[in-house]
């Protein structure tokens, strides 16, 4: 099946750092995601991006839908304690199934 | 708004034994899906209803069944629990299944674990 692979894991930072991570995919795919998982609850959708070289903002938060179309990256700048949680990339390939493929996540960590 | 609702919020089974985990949505959407998160592998999807009245697999169905009892509620099911569904299980939803509505509104998960 199609991969994805979230990098890094886990990062600790200080507060009012910016912060970088990404994914990358074995396949192409047509859509790029973005969530957020606060502890105890379900995914929240950040950002949504659907044509290669995409850069969209949501606040703080900037993500690009790679020119590959095999790579996504979510940039969030001058962090904040509330930033505490665990990102999901999801990449969607319309010709395989048509089902959403998660990265398996970055745990981001603010030291206050 | 309730959005995604899910329930039991926790459960402890015994190996062997069953249960049936409820998911409701109040925003009209034609699409459901249930997913199980383990740690450090993301969300894999279980099983999905692109509309009402069609249930089909996704990743890993293996040991579950579901159904979509009508527009608002749809259900999964262990019929005999085993420790490797351990897991934690979110319901979600979407306005509908191709193209740009596969932006999906989750439900704030079930904690199960499987003794």
Known sequence: GQQLNQSPQSMFIQEGEDVSMNCTSSSIFNTWLWYKQDPGEGPVLLIALYKAGELTSNGRLTAQFGITRKDSFLNISASIPSDVGIYFCAGLDLNAGNMLTFGGGTRLMVKP | ?115
């Open chain 2, 1 to 115: 708004n309730a959005g995604v609702t899910q329930t039991p919020k926790f459960q402890v089974l015994k190996t062997g034994q069953s249960m049936t985990l409820q998911c409701a949505q109040d925003m009209n959407h034609n699409s459901m899906y249930w997913y199980r998160q383990d740690p450090g592998m993301g969300l894999r999807l279980i099983y999905y209803s692109a509309s009402e009245g069609t249930t089909d697999k996704g990743e890993v169905p293996n040991g579950y069944n579901v159904s979509r009892l009508n527009k608002r509620e749809f259900s999964l099911r262990l019929e005999s629990a085993a420790p490797s569904q351990t897991s934690v299980y979110f319901c979600a939803s979407s306005v509908g299944y191709r193209g740009q509505n596969e932006k999906l509104f989750f439900g704030s998960g079930t904690q199960l674990s499987v003794l």
